[in-house]
Every structure is written in structure tokens, then in C-alpha cells.
């Protein structure tokens, strides 16, 4: 438990939450400067839904999560520019934020994408105030995303701020600067981090409609409302630091690779095309995080949208912990032969990897053969796709002349900072 100390007016421990504004949008606008000023919004897989907007297409009334069919004729009376969701894009450029925070300080937690909390020991600056627009210079200095920062001391409060922040010119806030009873008077259960409906219900069932007065109110109600959560809801907002900083990434649990399908398909070969791809990309993220698999789940489905849904999955459990591609691809095509048939169309296939173990904790048997050499020719195919591009050795499967499996994206912008063919060229 992490506790305040004062140094000279200004709180020496402090919790930050730096948060990139309308990030897939501003990405975008990083490499095409005349969406600058202009209504955006980003759709997500084959085009479906909005997933990132614009300050000026939410001031349209374009909402998050909308089925771009839904704001078509919005999006065509005003103009708004619409662009196809670019994830490597977005991730190379998140990753390069985080490495600039983590210049910062050492305590840097990656909460999302776009999201990263930092705990400060001190600051350099007159003010947290002023530290906060040091950040903010620096990522639109070396990045150009504009960012919100918050500053807190607990990791609650950090997270308020940062939404205070928005609304401010600046885009900075201490919510220690100010009145904390009066803000927290103004700020409802729903806006407080984690504080879902549910709980939310709760606790207004109890007489506790705001953070002030959820701050307030007797331990053993909150618990009584919402157990050991909202008591630690409670001693945050109270000041007192409850929820730690985890700067270390934990393994994964599972790993998923699927997608939707451009057209639907019911053909054998185009199917197992899709089912391959979405292996090799789980694979190169299994081996990524240096883990193996003994049990995995792969499955075709159709639309839930069209009469006569199917879903056809199998559950399959290996002889032995495996991270080759072309291992897990042969037993999950084997395994779906006698599922697929030409009386379904599919419009999605997917893999779920788990009972996933690190590499180094894996202990083989006395007769178990050596697979030394499948584990290094795995990563002489990573190396290389890594240094000339994903794809450059891969399985025969997915070389079709019409990968029809291949999701819809009409409007994405090229791969500005991960391929050498679309960098920037200055005349």
C-alpha cells in the first residue's frame, strides 16, 4: 500500500494516466495531415462498426460501436472521411508511445493500446500540472498523437483526471489542483473506472448516487453492495493507493486468432485457406511470448444473422507441448474434414490456443523425442518473415489466386511505419 508524502506544496508520489485522444483517428492524421480539422471515424473488421471518431464526428452524433450502415447517409451529407482500421499501424505506433514513457520512469504499466499508467517518485517541474505538459510536448514532439493526461494519487483518481483532462484546454489535470469534494460530487457511479451497471444499480439501491458519495459511505454498506471491489473503489477514491502498478506483462492465458470472412464461403479449400491463416497467426504469437500449446480449438461458423446458423468446432489434445505451425495446422485440418460441407455457408473461422506453458517450465519425458530442430527452423521463418515481411515463408494452403477469405478493408491506409514499400518518400 502506497502512501502520499508532501515536499514543498507538492504531493511527491503521484500515479499518471496517459491516454491517446481518439488514438486509431489520430494515427491516421499523423501520415495525412488534411484530416486534421476535418470529421473521421475508423471502422472495424470488413468495415462493420465505428470503433474511433473524431471530435468532430461525435459532435455529429455519430456514436461509438455503430454499424457504419446505421450513419451512412450522416457520414455522405457531411463529409465525414471514412477509413478501414489499420492495426499494424496502430500497434507499432502505440508501441513506440510506450517506449517514450518508459524513458520517463521505470514504473510504467501498459493498460490498452492507447493507455499506459506511470508512477512518479517526484517531479522535475514547478507542478504535476506542468510535468503533464512536458508529456504531452514530447509524444507530439516525436509522434504527433495528441494525449490526456491525468495525475492522481491512486489509480482511480489518476483515471478521473485523465477524463477531466479532456474537457480541459490544455488536456493536463491534477485533480489534487482542486476542490476533490466538489468534483466528486459531480462525477456519477458509471464515470468511476470499473463501475459497471450492475454495480452500479447496487449501490444506488443504497442511497450512494455519486463518487462523493461512495467515498463516504460506510465500509461494511459498499461491501455489503459490492463486496471487496467496492471497497477497494472506496479506499482509492479516498487516496489511499489499493490497486498496485503491474509493470510486468503475465504470460498469456489463451491465445485467439480468428476473423470474418470478406464473402461467405463453403468451399473446402478456401475454408481451410482461412482456418490456416488464422493458425499461422496464432502460432507466431504463441512462439512470440515464448510458449507452447498441448490443447487447442478450432472451429468454422456462419452468420448468426441468417437462418440455418451452424457452428462446427473441434476440441483437440496433443501428444505433446508444440509451437510448429504446420504440426498444429495438420491435426486441426484433419480433425474439421468430416464437419465441412457445401450445404453451409461460413463467414468465420478461428483457433483458441490453451493449456499454454512457458518454454523454459516445459519438462519432457525420459522417451520423448528431441524437437530442437522444428523449434529452430520455427524461428529461422520467424527471423525472416520478421526482416522481409509477414508472409514471405509461409504454408501452401493460404497461396490461393483468390484469397476470398480475406476481410474487407476498402479504405485502409497503407503500413506507413512497418513496410518498406509504404514509407513516406520526400521530394
Known sequence: MLFTTYLSGIIEFMFCL???????????????????????????????????????????????????????????????????????????????????????????????????????????????????????????????????????????????????????????????????????????????????????????????????????????????SCHSYGETLKFELMGISVIPLTCEKSPNKQIISSRSFGVGLSDKASLFGALTENIIRATEKLRAGRLKTKQWYVFLQSSRFKPGYCHHGVDIMHTHYTSVTAEIVSHSLNSMQRYVTSDHVYTKSGIILTDLQLVSQIQPTLFEPSYDRMDALMKACDDINHKWGRGTITLSQVHQPKQRWKMKQNQRSQAYSTQWNDILTVQ
Not at 446505421?70 to 457520414?75: D, G, P
Open 18 to 224: 496517459v491516454d491517446g485522444n481518439n488514438f486509431y483517428v489520430s494515427c491516421e492524421r499523423v501520415f495525412k495531415p488534411y484530416l486534421i480539422g476535418k470529421p473521421v471515424i475508423v471502422l472495424s473488421n470488413n468495415d462493420g462498426c465505428v470503433v474511433s471518431r473524431s471530435q468532430e464526428a461525435k459532435d455529429l452524433g455519430i456514436k461509438m460501436g455503430q454499424p457504419y450502415h446505421q450513419c451512412r447517409r450522416c457520414v455522405e451529407l457531411n463529409n465525414v472521411q471514412v477509413m478501414s482500421s489499420n492495426y499494424a499501424l496502430y500497434a507499432d505506433i502505440s508501441e513506440r508511445m510506450m517506449r517514450l514513457l518508459q524513458t520517463l520512469t521505470p514504473d510504467c504499466e501498459v493498460y490498452s493500446i492507447d493507455e499506459s499508467f506511470l508512477y512518479f517518485h517526484h517531479t522535475q517541474y514547478s507542478s504535476w500540472h506542468e510535468q503533464g505538459r512536458a508529456i504531452k510536448a514530447m509524444i507530439q514532439q516525436h509522434l504527433g498523437i495528441p494525449v490526456g493526461v491525468g495525475f492522481g494519487k491512486t489509480k482511480t483518481l489518476a483515471k478521473l483526471a485523465n477524463k477531466l483532462a479532456k474537457q480541459a484546454h490544455e488536456g493536463v489535470c491534477c485533480i489534487h489542483d482542486y476542490d476533490l469534494n466538489k468534483l466528486l460530487k459531480n462525477i456519477a457511479l458509471e464515470a468511476i473506472w470499473g463501475v459497471a451497471s450492475g454495480i452500479s444499480k447496487r449501490l444506488k439501491r443504497q442511497g450512494i448516487y455519486n463518487a462523493y458519495h461512495l467515498r463516504e459511505a460506510p465500509l461494511r454498506i459498499v461491501r455489503s
